[in-house]
């Protein structure tokens, strides 16, 4: 009924977002694309859970910065690997989500790294890491050190490729690259993002 479609999170009383910036303060993040130790894998999600749901609860744990939800006709329940920025926010959500009835089951919560069935993670498709993009940069950004805790400035914009019109009319087409400089207003810290757009 509709008592199992609530979200119950145990020991969340405590827990706001102000909460997850200030512990982790203690921790580096790197904006670089998150590796496997700090993404999670969740198993045993009712079939009947939309993706949202799972976002929603995973989200109140720390900023995710990639989310894949997979169902196979072979089994009972979906599965999920989540990835926060965070290893800290990785591990509350571990210890706090591991064996806890979401939606009528009890869902199984573990590093995508300890997984036993090896198939398992080759449904996620592993990426060399490599810098954050400037959309994805501005989320961390704004997660980690607040919408007003920083600024930008465009350092260099160049065609990645030669610029070519674009056939049966009048116009030409191009791809660029954009540098973007991020620095923080507090520290003299800075870091440089790229971005790749097409104009026509």
């Not at 501005?138 to 056939?167: C, H, L, T, Y």
């Amino acid at each position: 009924g509709n008592e199992n479609r609530q979200m119950k999170v145990p020991n969340l009383s405590s827990l706001n977002k102000q909460d997850n910036i200030v512990h982790t303060l203690g921790e580096v993040i790197e904006f670089k694309t998150p590796g496997k130790e700090n993404r999670l894998f969740i198993n045993k999600i009712n079939m009947a859970t939309t993706e949202d749901e799972v976002i929603t609860m995973l989200s109140l744990f720390g900023l995710l910065y990639d989310f894949r939800l997979f169902y196979k006709e072979t089994r009972p329940y979906k599965y999920a690997f989540a990835t926060y920025y965070s290893r800290f926010s990785a591990m509350k959500a571990k210890d706090a989500l591991n064996r806890h009835r979401f939606h009528g089951t009890n869902i199984s919560v573990m590093f995508a790294d300890q997984l036993p069935n090896k198939s398992d993670g080759e449904t996620y498709k592993e990426r060399q890491p490599r810098q954050l993009n400037i959309s994805k940069s501005i989320e961390a950004m704004n997660w980690f050190v607040g919408f007003d805790g920083w600024v930008s400035e465009i350092k260099a914009i160049a065609p990645v490729e030669e610029i070519q019109k674009v056939p049966g009319t009048t116009h030409y087409k191009g791809t660029y690259k954009c540098i973007v400089r991020f620095s923080f207003k507090k520290d003299e810290i800075s870091l440089d993002s790229i971005g790749y757009g097409t104009q026509e």
